[in-house]
C-alpha cells in the first residue's frame, strides 16, 4: 500500500488527528487535501498534547514531508501562529518538513468578517460556522476572484487583485451587511509581509506528491471535518464549504484515483457534532450530558459544547458508500465505559418504510425515526488494553455488529488519546 486516506465519518472530530499521527509512524509523506483552520486536529504523545489546525499531524516525527494541498483554503496569519505555537512545544517548521501549493486560496480578513456579518444576517438560521472565513473564501474561489498562494507570490498581480476585491467587498459589506469598510493599505502591506514568509515554503503539491508516489514513498491523505460535513453529500446547508470525503483527494491535491489503494473511516465510537444541522440519534438528556462530560466534548477550534448522541450506522454505512472505506478505526470505545446500556441506530423509518441512507432533504431527514438496537454496556475501564483480546465481550460484540451492519472490517481500535492507546486489529 503507497497511499491511502484517513477519512472522518461522521460530523468531524472523530480522532482523524489522533490516528492520523498513528499511522503516518509508517508514512513518508502527509498530505491535507481540503478544508482551512476550521478543523481542529488534537494529537497526544507522552504527556504533551498538541492542537493542529492547518499543518498536517505528520508534523510531530522528524523526515516526514507535510503538504497543504491546491484544496485548501489558507489563512497566513493563522498558519504563522500555529507554527510559532508549534516552536514553543520543540516542534521546528521548516521548508524541508512542509510545503504549501502555489494553488491553495488565501484566506483574507474581508472573508473573516464575511463570515461573521453573513451569520449575523442569518439570525436564527445561521449555520454556526466556525467564524475562520472558509465559506466565503471557497464562494470566491468559484466565483473565481480569489487570490491564491501564486499569486500572492507575484506583488504586483496580488496589488490588482487586492483591489478589486477589496472594492466589491467592501461595497456588500456596507451597503448590504452594514458593516465597517476594511482599509486596502493596511491589508496590502500586512500580506506582503506574509508572502515574503510564505515564500520558502511555495510548491507545486501535485507534481511534488506525485513523484513521492511514484518513487515508493507511502503517502497518507488526512480528511478534516467529516463526511456529513461534505458540501455535495452532507447535512447541507449545515456543512462546510469543502468536499470532505475521499473523492476530494484528487482534486484537492492533484492526483488521479488510480494512485490511491485504502480509505480508512474514523469513527467515534457513538457520535457528535458541533455547529447547528440535524441529528438524528441526539441525545438531549442526561446520557447526553454524561458521555459530553466523560469524553470530553469540546470543540478544539471554537471551545463550544459538541452535542453527542447515539452511534449511528446509517451514517458509517453512508460513508463506507461514498467514501470507498476499506477499513474503520473505531474511536473512543472507552468513553461508553460504565453505561448500562447503549443503543446503536440501524436504520430511519421513514414514511412507514425502513431505509439505511441519509435522505437529501432536510424535511425528509426531520421525518426519520432512528430504529435501535440495545446492547449490554461493560463497566471495565479498557484505556489500558493493548490487544482485542483484552476487551470486554461486551464491547467486542458492539464492534462486531459495525463491521456486520457496514460490511466494512475494523483495522483499528483507540481506546485513549494517546499514540500508544490504539491497538491494530486487522488490515487498513
Ligand atoms: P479530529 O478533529 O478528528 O482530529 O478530532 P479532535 O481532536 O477534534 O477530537 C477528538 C478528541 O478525542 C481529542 O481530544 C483526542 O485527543 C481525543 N481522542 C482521540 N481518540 C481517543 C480515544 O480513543 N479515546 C479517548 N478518550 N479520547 C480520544
Ligand atoms: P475537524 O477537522 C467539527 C462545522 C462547524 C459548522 C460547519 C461549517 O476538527 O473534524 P465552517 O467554519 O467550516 O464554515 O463551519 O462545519 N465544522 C466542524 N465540526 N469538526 C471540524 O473539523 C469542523 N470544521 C467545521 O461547526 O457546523
Ligand atoms: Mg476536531
Not at 438560521?125 to 498562494?149: A, H, L, M, Q, W
Request: a negative charge; hydrophobic letters at 35%; proline letters at 3%.
Amino acid at each position: 500500500m503507497s497511499a491511502f486516506i484517513v477519512v472522518g465519518a461522521q460530523w468531524g472530530d472523530e480522532g482523524k488527528g489522533k490516528m492520523t499521527d498513528y499511522l503516518a509512524e509508517d508514512a513518508d509523506v502527509v498530505v491535507r487535501y481540503q478544508g482551512g483552520n476550521n478543523a481542529g486536529h488534537t494529537v497526544e504523545v507522552g504527556d504533551k498534547q498538541y492542537k493542529l489546525h492547518l499543518i498536517p499531524s505528520g508534523v510531530l516525527y522528524e523526515n516526514k514531508l507535510n503538504v497543504i494541498g491546491n484544496g485548501l483554503v489558507v489563512d497566513p496569519k493563522a498558519l504563522f501562529e500555529e507554527m510559532d505555537y508549534l516552536k514553543g512545544l520543540g516542534v521546528d517548521i521548516t521548508p524541508e518538513k512542509l510545503i504549501v501549493s502555489d494553488r491553495a486560496q488565501v484566506i483574507m480578513p474581508y472573508h473573516k468578517v464575511l463570515d461573521a456579518l453573513k451569520e449575523k444576517a442569518r439570525g436564527k438560521n445561521d449555520i454556526g460556522t466556525t467564524g475562520k472565513g472558509i465559506g466565503p473564501s471557497y464562494t470566491d474561489k468559484f466565483e473565481r476572484c480569489g487570490i491564491r498562494v501564486c499569486d500572492l507570490m507575484h506583488k504586483d498581480v496580488f496589488k490588482t487583485k487586492l483591489m478589486e476585491n477589496i472594492e466589491m467587498k467592501n461595497a456588500y459589506i456596507t451597503k448590504v451587511l452594514d458593516g465597517e469598510e476594511l482599509n486596502f493599505d493596511e491589508i496590502y502591506a500586512q500580506y506582503l509581509d506574509y508572502a515574503e514568509r510564505l515564500r520558502p515554503f511555495v510548491k507545486d503539491v501535485s507534481v511534488r506528491v506525485y513523484d513521492e508516489i511514484k518513487a515508493g514513498k507511502k503517502v497518507l491523505f488526512e480528511g478534516a471535518q467529516g463526511m456529513l460535513l461534505d458540501i455535495d453529500h452532507g447535512t447541507y446547508p449545515y456543512v462546510t464549504s469543502s468536499n470532505t470525503t475521499s473523492g476530494g483527494v484528487c482534486s484537492g491535491v492533484g492526483i488521479g484515483p488510480n494512485m490511491i489503494q485504502n480509505a480508512v473511516g474514523i469513527a467515534k465510537a457513538y457520535t457528535t457534532r458541533v455547529g447547528k444541522g440535524p441529528f438524528p440519534t441526539e441525545l438531549n438528556d442526561e446520557t447526553g450530558e454524561w458521555i459530553r462530560t466523560k469524553g470530553h466534548e469540546y470543540g478544539v477550534t471554537t471551545g463550544r459544547s459538541r452535542r453527542c448522541g447515539w452511534l449511528d450506522l446509517v451514517i458509517l454505512k453512508t460513508t463506507a458508500r461514498v467514501c470507498g472505506l476499506t477499513s474503520f478505526a473505531v474511536t473512543k470505545i472507552d468513553t461508553l465505559a460504565g453505561l448500562e446500556k447503549i443503543k446503536v441506530c440501524v436504520g430511519y423509518k421513514f414514511n412507514n418504510e425502513v431505509i439505511d441512507y441519509f435522505p437529501a432533504s432536510l424535511e425528509d431527514l426531520a421525518l426519520c425515526e432512528p430504529i435501535y438496537e440495545e446492547f449490554e454496556g461493560w463497566e471495565e475501564k479498557i484505556e489500558d488494553a493493548r490487544s482485542y483480546d483484552e476487551l470486554p465481550e461486551n464491547a467486542k460484540k458492539y464492534l462486531k455488529r459495525i463491521e456486520e451492519f457496514t460490511g466494512v472490517k475494523i483495522a483499528i481500535v483507540s481506546v485513549g488519546p494517546k499514540r500508544d492507546q490504539t491497538m491494530m486489529v486487522g488490515e487498513i
